[in-house]
């Protein structure tokens, strides 16, 4: 690999996450089930977001698209909390978090040593506060513009434990994961 794999995670470190590491693809597990809870629309954003379901596309073409891709960085973020059900705490890391996400994929993009990259993040893309799919015109931001692992399939749970990671942090905390995938260019 072409890539400083323990740069990267060290940057990742350094840009606010909590754990991060480089993994192969193939270890990441894809299931439909994760794609039927979007279409249920149990996060309240089905048909809102150029990003999420149906705009981003059929499920099968989205996992095909994510196994194209060789490695990725998987990273958490960790947020305190006052009490377990504090809105305000929650809506501060959810900035944060994304922050952390956009900072790290700026910084993939900018890498001369990889391709395309793929970021995908928790819960469907928040940049805009109402989606240009919703006046039916094209998306604003489309290089910042970010999907969910789930709208890909992914087993976030089956990846942070097959890696090692705790998917809960603790009472009082808030997690979020990301991962951005991404192939080394050839040499």
Known sequence: ??????????????????????????????????????????????????MGPPAIGPIGELMERARRYKNGLFFQTV??????????????????????????????RDSRSLGDVLPLGAGCCGICLKCAFLDNEPCRHPDQAVSSLEAYGMDVMALAKDLDMPYNSGPKTVSFFGLILFNDEEA
């Open 1 to 50: 690999m072409t890539t400083d794999n323990d740069n990267l995670v060290k940057a990742a470190i350094e840009l606010g996450a909590a754990r991060a590491v480089i993994v192969d693809t193939s270890r990441i597990e894809f299931h439909e089930e994760f794609r039927q809870a979007c279409e249920r629309n149990v996060c309240g954003k089905y048909a809102t977001s150029w």
């Open 79 to 108: 947020h305190p909390l006052a009490r377990s059900f504090d809105m305000k705490g929650i809506e501060a890391a959810v900035l944060v978090y994304r922050q952390v996400l956009g900072k790290l994929v700026e910084m993939l």
